[in-house]
């Protein structure tokens, strides 16, 4: 392909304006369902739009990599450009709250096309010296979209009304579209010979589709829980029986037992159920624990964010001079320290919510040294025919984990929060608070060890061999 420096910078601005596009519209959302709701009626779905997003996002992204394997990048993200386009316009004009869950659904399916897509055309299009940088600026993208997407949220449904924070998306979207899809022509074509496995990749949305809601037990209730556990059991393994007949399954098994592959997946998603679950246990403990005002609570939380985009950059620089492996085990032994300092210090006598603010800077920085090094390290040893997979799963393992961990860190605190009110004592968080990060922490300590053992090559050497061949 052409190393025109313009077509690349056009093409990775295209990519970028997408990108924050979705990732502003995962937080920006939840600001305007109030409005929404007088609007259209039907309270009792109220959680559903945001639900369904999130959902249809993190099934469809592998599905989305691998997909962009068989028929090429070009085409796989246009469609999905398409697909998040026409959906944010419709949810523009609902005109009921069970027509916005259904577009809200196509949209999040269209969000985990932008998602998958954007990091893994940058895997086609830039070289390792290259990429380090690229992959650093794409993550600072993706983190302030989901930053200021709650202020502008509010900002947009007070002066222009709720269905503007969808409408919003179609001039990026057509900018988009006119940077990118012209010049990817040359971009990653279709491998030769290679057909969808339309099988496995049904079975695979429909157990990724089971274990997400599962994970969210509480808003589905026992007897379709216990249905969902019966039908994951029968799935399974004739998945597994399924992918190992087909000549080209869409879950290449291969990949996934190389210990490279493998050892960072199981630490992605170890970080990704610390991660999520501190996010969503950390604000109620400065509101309910340490009596903090919501505003006080953003602010104090903002450098988590802050810590996340400078370890991203400095790693994602780091990684193309040296080997991923001390980065990786920096970056877990981090987080095990975090999440064992976030026990102490909410169980000191004299507790200081300045120390748990830096605590979850620490967590920030833990995140901004795995994903970034594990991302950069898997594309560059993927095979082209499968770095959309390689790519997508990555995210995928990360995100259902995070979903887990919400669940799980949250669940000790639950009794305290929801039958108190008002500010709870240091005795009622301090078992919470062991259970929870203790979790946390036991779940790294596990993943940490797997990745010591494995010896990442040289990836400077092992591009420039590929290159050659």
Do not use: H
């Not at 409005?35 to 369904?52: D, F, H, M, N, Q």
């Not at 004009?93 to 096309?113: D, H, M, T, Y």
């Not at 869409?250 to 990704?272: M, Q």
Request: charged residues 10%.
């Amino acid at each position: 392909m052409s190393e025109d420096p313009a077509r690349k910078f056009s093409i990775l601005l295209g990519l970028t304006i997408g990108l924050f596009a979705s990732s502003l519209e995962g937080t920006i959302v939840p600001i305007a369902m109030p409005k929404a709701v007088l609007e259209l009626g039907r309270p009792e779905l109220y959680s559903w739009p945001i639900t369904v997003f999130i959902l249809a996002s993190t099934v469809s992204i592998p599905v989305w990599g691998r997909l962009s394997d068989v028929k090429g990048r070009r085409t796989i993200y246009g469609v999905g450009l398409l697909i998040f386009g026409a959906s944010s316009i419709l949810c523009g004009i609902s005109w009921s709250l069970e027509a916005l869950i259904l577009f809200r659904l196509a949209q999040g399916i269209g969000s985990g096309a932008l998602f998958a897509l954007t990091f893994t055309i940058i895997g086609d299009l830039f070289r390792l010296e290259e990429r380090g940088k690229v992959t650093g600026y794409t993550s600072t993208v993706w983190a302030v979209g989901s930053l200021v997407g709650p202020p502008l949220g509010g900002v947009i449904v007070d002066y222009l009304g709720w269905r503007w924070v969808y409408l919003i998306n179609a001039p990026p979207v057509a900018a988009a579209a006119l940077l990118t899809m012209p010049r990817l022509r040359a971009l990653a074509r279709p491998a030769m010979g290679r057909e969808l496995d339309l099988a496995g990749l049904a079975l695979f949305t429909a157990i990724a589709t089971i274990g997400v809601l599962l994970v969210n037990y509480s808003t589905i209730g026992f007897p379709t829980s216990l249905l969902f556990v019966v039908s994951l059991a029968a799935a399974i393994p004739t998945f597994v029986i399924v992918e190992r007949r087909v000549k080209t399954p869409f879950v290449p098994f291969e990949i996934l037992s190389d210990r490279v592959n493998l050892s960072a997946l199981i630490l992605n998603g170890a970080a990704g159920f610390a991660f999520f679950g501190a996010i969503t246990v950390v604000p109620p403990l400065m509101q309910w624990f340490y009596g903090l005002k919501p505003v006080e609570t953003g602010l104090l939380l903002a450098p988590t964010t802050l810590s996340w985009v400078l370890a991203a950059n400095v790693s994602s620089r780091l990684v193309v001079k040296v080997n991923p492996r001390p980065i990786i085990v920096s970056g877990g032994a981090l987080f095990i320290c975090a999440t064992t300092l976030a026990i102490i210090i909410t169980n000191l006598a004299t507790s200081n919510v300045y120390l748990l603010a830096i605590v979850m800077a620490f967590v920030g920085a833990s995140m901004g040294l795995v994903v970034p090094t594990t991302l950069i390290g898997l594309q560059t040893l993927a095979k082209p025919g499968e770095l959309g997979f390689i790519t997508s799963i990555l995210t995928f393992v990360r995100s259902l984990a995070g979903a887990i961990g919400t669940q799980v860190m949250w669940a000790p605190y639950t009794p305290i929060f929801t039958l108190r009110q008002g500010l709870v004592a240091a005795s009622d968080v301090f078992y919470a608070t062991l259970a929870s990060f203790g979790t946390a922490a036991l779940i790294l300590a596990f993943a940490l060890p797997i990745s010591l053992r494995v010896k990442w090559p040289d990836l400077k050497m092992f591009e420039s061999n590929r290159t050659k061949l």
